[in-house]
């Protein structure tokens, strides 16, 4: 179970690099010193924060919250597997349009197809489906501190992209921001 959680990833990166090349040219972005500080470092942080348990020795960082089972380890991987395919379905529908930091492309489309019509920011959602799955694998408090340094930088990142296709699409982003959810239908 955890190696197929580890394939999920591994998947998931493929897909990123592979889908990435033939974007649409970039219009206007965010600074890389706020993509580097606000967006990849605490990325990199919750990583490593569900790196091997052995980094973190005794700590409080390494008490267990979930039990090493079975059960918990299959839930674990298809909590993480419908993430990934979550955030690839969704990067595949945005097409040339995606990119990975806040950007706005030559001849940016309004994307509302798919999980779209449900979810401003499906990638985002899929993303951390897959981080809870990772962090439920790992069974420790510091998974519970990895999902949330990644929340808090999607947050961030999603608010930040909601004001730059607000000011691209006007109305049109507007009327679909009202019929949606940021990240969970009826939630959030």
């Not at 001849?107 to 489906?129: K, M, T, V």
């Not at 799955?133 to 949330?148: F, P």
Request: glycine content about 10%.
């Amino acid at each position: 179970m955890k190696r197929g959680i580890s394939v999920c990833w591994y998947f998931l990166l493929a897909w990123w690099l592979w889908s990435a090349r033939g974007n649409k040219v970039v219009a206007r972005g965010e600074p890389w010193t706020t993509r580097l500080l606000l967006y990849w470092l605490p990325l990199t942080l919750a990583f490593v924060l569900l790196g091997p348990g052995d980094w973190y020795g005794h700590t409080w960082l390494r008490e267990g919250i979930v039990p090493h089972t079975l059960p918990f380890f299959t839930a674990a991987l298809v909590i993480v597997a419908a993430g990934v395919a979550l955030a690839c379905w969704s990067r595949y529908l945005l097409g040339r349009n995606w990119s990975s930091v806040v950007q706005i492309k030559k001849d940016h489309e309004l994307i509302e197809a798919g999980p779209y019509r449900f979810i401003r920011h499906p990638i985002y959602s899929g993303l951390l489906l897959a981080f809870i799955g990772t962090a439920i694998r790992e069974g420790d408090v510091r998974g519970i501190v990895a999902v949330l340094i990644v929340l808090a930088s999607f947050w961030r990142k999603l608010r930040m992209e909601e004001r730059m296709l607000g000011e691209t699409f006007g109305g049109a982003y507007a009327a679909y921001k009202a019929r949606t959810a940021a990240l969970i239908p009826g939630v959030l």
